[in-house]
Structures are given as structure tokens and as C-alpha cells.
């Protein structure tokens, strides 16, 4: 499956089919910063992904001034 | 997963709750923690005039909607900083946002404005950008508020940006900035009330209500923001989350709830006065802000 991360902006082949967990497991993501999105569907840990997906990890974690 | 309320099939699991939503749950799910917040802090009166500060993000978009369905009167601001390309963008999107729903929104651009950008203060002044950032929006959105006879100014803090800067004041005993970090803060001679209605939601969430209603914001991170301090306390918050669900949530409410009239003796009571150059009130002869804008005319 193609995985686009971002900051930067990359994309990445993954083999599925693969829950979301095991996903964010396999390239050391940690489900509470991000928000996963297969076509344009938010989809929770344990939805599984099939071999010919397109998913986007979106991060979520914003900083700077406060 | 499934829907806690209606068993649908669920598009977010929020772990600190044990609990997943579809989409119509997830978004009452929302609306009810902001009302929440705002009706136990006693946030906003009834017939007030709020203005939301409005960056081009998650977090101010998704609190203008969420004002919005709540039926609050709420105006947005948009500050440009003059960051590039990411001050380009961010701007669109808050101009979008309001166009889209027949919102007002209010600009001020620093550079055209005030005659500096935020990269050309923090060279001035050799301090990390979000310093003069910070500085000048607090500034900013205080005149605007009370120029414009707004009641209440509210931002986009949420629960995640609450808990990282708790850390960071915990660490270093900051027992003022302690006394100080409140959801709400009252109005006081010259400055509005100032509320953060998001402090219940994280921004895990906050990104997919925007996502799920369909709001359009800026993804990528501030370029000034990139290794700051803030976004470490974030990730070390996070890996804690992770192996325990509910931890930021229970430091940043227990602190609010149980330790934070603690440090109110810590507040220092300045005795202010008017600005000689801009006349907002300030414990000096020349506020912070004009201070700010002298060196980097010097530079």
C-alpha cells in the first residue's frame, strides 16, 4: 500500500493487508499524533487495510507561540 | 470499533474515554465538551460579543464552527506574520473559512501594519521566533478586543498545548505563569476576559472534527515552530498517553481543578499604567509590544 507521511512530505510503499495499529507500529508512529485517513475516510485502529490502499498519516501535533 | 452511542461503525476511537464515535456522535461529542467548558468556567455571558483569534489551523477553525453551532456572536481575527509561504497559506484558509460561511473576519498584517515580519523580530531580537509571536498576537488581539467593544477574546488552546506548557511551567517551577494558566482569565483594567474553550478536547480531535465537517486548514507546521521546546513536551505527553490513556487529561484538569489556587499568591499584582507610545496599559513606561517594534526599526 502507499503510505504520503508529511513534515516532510514523503511517501512510502507498506505491504498489506495490515490493521492500523500494526501500521503506525511498523514505521514507529504513535497513534495519538496522527490521524489516519484511507481515501477519504477516517478509519479507526483497528480497520484493516488492504494491499492496494492509499493511506495519509495527518499529523496533529501543532507548537510554537502560546 | 463501534459507536458508543448508536453502535454504527465508528470513524475515531478517543482511547482516554474508551470510547469510538461515528461521525454525527463524534461531532455532538464535540460540541458538548466546548459547552461544557464554556458554561463551567463561566466563559462566555449570554449576548456577548466574542472575537476568535483565527491562525488558519485546526484548532481556531474547528472552535469558530464549533462557537458557531453553539449560537454564539463570534467575529474571527487573523493576524499576518509575515512567515513566507505558511503566512500565505494559513491566511487563505482563514479567508476561505469565514467567506464560505458569511463570517467577519478581521486582518491585521504585521509587516504592512507595524512594519515587521515575525522572522525579522526574532533576528532583532535573538530570541526564538514564538517569543515575538506570542508577544505580538497577546498584543494585538487584546487592542483589537477592546477597540472594537468585544467581551471576550477566545483561542484555539487545547487540551495537548495546555498540558505541554503545564509541563514546561512545572519543570522550571514558573509559579507566576502557574498562578496564570486557567482556562479563563477575567477581564481586568484594559484587557478583555480571555477563554480557551478547546481545553477538553485534544488535538488528536480537534483535526478530525475538521475532517469529518469538512473545514479545510493548513497541515504543515509553523517552519519557526520546528525543535522548539513546546513540541518536546508534546511528544514526551504523548509516549505517556500512549501507555496510559487519560494522563494529559488528568494533569492539566487535576491541576486546574486541585492545585492551581495553590499558586494564586504567586501572581504578582503590577501596577499599571499607559503606554507613552501606543496607550495600551503596561507595567512600564513603553510596553513590550512598542519595545519589540523600536529594536526591530534599530536593526
Known amino acids: 500500500m502507499k503510505v ?63 | 470499533m463501534k459507536c458508543r452511542v448508536c453502535r454504527g461503525p465508528a470513524v475515531i476511537d478517543v482511547r482516554r474515554h474508551n470510547a469510538a464515535f461515528c461521525r454525527d456522535h463524534f461531532l455532538a461529542h464535540c460540541t458538548e465538551q466546548v459547552r461544557r467548558t464554556i458554561s463551567e468556567h463561566k466563559m462566555i455571558g449570554p449576548g456577548e460579543r466574542v472575537l476568535v483569534a483565527v491562525s488558519g489551523g485546526k484548532d481556531s ?40 460561511r458569511n463570517l467577519k473576519l478581521h486582518e491585521i498584517d504585521l509587516a504592512a501594519d507595524f512594519g515587521y515580519t515575525i522572522p525579522e523580530a526574532a533576528a532583532a531580537t535573538r530570541r526564538p521566533p514564538c517569543g515575538a509571536c506570542g ?54 483594567s484594559g484587557f478583555p476576559r480571555k477563554a480557551k474553550p478547546l481545553v477538553r478536547l485534544a488535538e488528536r480531535e480537534t483535526a478530525a472534527y475538521c475532517v469529518l465537517v469538512g473545514i479545510d486548514y493548513i497541515v504543515e507546521e509553523c517552519p519557526m515552530a520546528e525543535g522548539n521546546r513546546h513540541l518536546g513536551y508534546k511528544a ?57 517594534q523600536s529594536r526591530v526599526r534599530a536593526q
Not at chain 1, 33 to 58: F, K, M, N, P
Not at chain 2, 148 to 166: C, I, K, Q
Not at chain 2, 242 to 265: E, I
Not at chain 2, 271 to 285: D, I
Request: with cysteine.
Open chain 2, 135 to 188: 508577544l505580538s498576537k497577546r498584543h494585538l488581539f487584546d487592542q483589537v478586543a477592546m477597540e472594537r467593544g468585544y467581551d471576550v477574546v477566545v483561542t484555539g488552546h487545547n487540551l495537548d498545548d495546555e498540558a505541554a506548557v503545564l509541563l514546561g511551567n512545572v519543570l522550571r517551577w514558573e509559579t507566576e505563569y502557574l498562578a496564570r494558566q486557567h482556562p479563563v482569565l477575567p477581564a481586568r
Open chain 2, 61 to 100: 477553525l474547528a472552535l469558530w464552527d464549533l462557537l458557531q453551532r453553539l449560537e454564539y456572536d463570534v467575529d474571527g481575527l487573523y493576524l499576518g506574520l509575515g512567515i513566507g509561504d505558511y503566512s500565505d497559506e494559513s491566511g487563505r484558509y482563514a479567508r476561505e473559512f469565514a467567506r464560505s
Open chain 1, 4 to 66: 504520503l507521511l508529511r513534515n516532510p512530505r514523503r511517501e512510502v510503499e507498506m505491504k498489506g493487508p495490515v490493521t492500523v495499529s500494526v501500521l503506525l507500529e511498523r514505521l514507529d508512529v504513535n497513534p495519538e499524533s496522527v490521524l489516519v485517513i484511507c481515501g477519504d475516510e477516517l478509519v479507526t485502529r483497528d480497520a484493516r487495510l488492504s494491499d492496494d490502499a492509499t493511506v495519509e498519516l495527518r499529523p496533529v501535533i501543532s507548537g510554537g507561540a502560546t
Open chain 2, 236 to 292: 514526551v505527553l504523548n509516549e505517556l498517553e500512549r501507555q496510559s490513556p487519560g494522563t494529559k487529561a488528568a494533569f492539566l484538569h487535576g491541576f486546574v481543578d486541585r492545585a492551581s489556587p495553590r499558586f494564586a499568591s504567586a501572581a504578582s499584582e503590577h501596577s499599571l499604567q499607559t503606554c507613552a507610545s501606543c496607550g495600551a496599559p503596561t507595567s512600564g513606561e513603553i510596553c513590550a509590544f512598542c519595545r519589540l
